[in-house]
């Protein structure tokens, strides 16, 4: 089972940038396509972005397109989200996990304490 730990949230004013990380303890971890979601206060867990096992394709949900990027380092173990124009609707925690298409797949069993964004007005 790979274990995740993500880190690189904050706060940030509207229009700024952060990029978030995720470090996977697996020796398998270039195998397993890898994504992100976030759930904001009194809402379910959402889909945010994709990447496969590669890094050679990316796949986000409608709300962040254009505005953030998915990237992977196999070598480091590491999944990134760059995130840019961030909005006030973008406030959530961020998690990351191991993917089927957009939904988390069972090669995670556990879901990590995820790291906070929040966007101010």
């Known amino acids: 089972q790979v274990q995740l730990v993500e880190s690189g949230g904050g706060l940030v004013q509207v229009g700024g940038s952060l990029r978030l990380s995720c470090v996977a303890s697996?020796?398998?971890?270039?195998?397993?396509?890898m994504g992100w979601f976030r759930q904001a206060p009194g809402k379910e867990r959402e889909f945010v972005a994709g990447?496969?096992?590669?890094?050679?394709?990316?796949y986000y949900a409608d709300s962040v397109k254009g505005r953030f990027t998915i990237s992977r380092d196999n070598a480091a173990n590491t999944v990134f989200l760059q995130m840019n124009s961030l909005k006030p609707e973008d406030t959530a925690v961020y998690y990351c996990h191991t993917v089927r298409g957009t939904r988390p797949s069972p090669a995670t069993d556990a879901w990590g304490q995820g790291t906070l964004v929040t966007v101010s007005s």
């Open positions: 990447i496969s096992s590669s890094g050679g394709s990316t």
């Open positions: 697996t020796r398998t971890f270039s195998t397993y396509a």
